[in-house]
């Protein structure tokens, strides 16, 4: 099974629609973080967390939230989806003792029309 | 100025070739370098550290200059499965991950 792993894989929404994307980890770090990619621009942090009570902004978080429900969970909420949110999403996690070496999720493919 | 920036590629050789990517970044205080690994619609996957003495990984061998703010990777004899994006990444102050917007390679037979 998959260290991380993130749901849905895919998803296309309309345009003002709430939508949750969810991260679980079986890898026991405490670090964990959501990215988006778009062609041309790189991954790009969106939130991080490095424990369960610790939320931080990342470069873009204007458009998003997020809840980190336990140690294994991070979720990344768009509250209002809007077309150019649309992109690949990753979620990280690293070990405290080790934060710079990250292991990445499957990633989801957002549309929103 | 984007604070990692890579050759834009993409790179198209002949197998067993061998093929050198270019990184710069801008902060000076950046504490830590690598190289990810990306394959078309996956995750990236950590290919090696950068270390200022050099190091070496098989077929891989990056290099770090921090007087020039400048970071290699050299990939030899190239393989058809050696075809990905690379992603040039550096740590900041906070220990937060910036990545390079990758460069593509193509591997052809």
């Known amino acids: 099974d998959a260290d991380v792993t993130q749901t849905p894989r895919n998803r296309i929404t309309k345009t003002g629609k709430r939508i949750m994307l969810e991260c679980s980890q079986t890898?026991?770090?405490?670090?964990m973080y959501w990215y988006r990619q778009d062609p041309g621009l790189g991954l790009r942090l969106i939130y991080y967390s490095f424990d369960v009570k610790d939320i931080n902004k990342g470069e873009i978080s204007d458009g998003y939230s997020v809840s980190r429900q336990a140690q294994a969970k991070f979720s990344l909420s768009l509250e209002s989806a809007i077309p150019n949110q649309t992109a690949l999403y990753f979620c990280?996690?690293?070990?405290?003792?080790?934060?710079?070496?990250?292991?990445f999720g499957p990633g989801t493919r957002l549309l929103v029309l | 100025r984007k604070e990692v920036e890579q050759d834009p590629g993409p790179f198209n050789v002949p197998e067993g070739a061998t093929v050198a990517f270019n990184c710069t970044y801008s902060n000076s205080a950046s504490q830590s370098f690598f190289w990810y690994r990306q394959d078309c619609r996956k995750e990236p996957k950590l290919l090696m550290s950068?270390?200022?003495s050099g190091n070496e990984d098989g077929r891989f061998t990056a290099q770090l200059n921090r007087a020039s703010q400048y970071i290699s990777l050299l990939i030899r004899d190239s393989k058809l499965s050696d075809s990905a994006t690379y992603l040039c990444?550096?740590?900041?102050?906070?220990?937060?991950?910036?990545f390079g917007q990758g460069t593509e390679l193509s591997v052809k037979p």
């Open positions: 890898k026991g770090h405490d670090r």
């Open positions: 990444v550096v740590t900041n102050q906070g220990g937060k991950l910036i």
């Open positions: 990280a996690t690293s070990a405290t003792t080790s934060g710079e070496t990250q292991y």
């Open positions: 950068v270390y200022s």
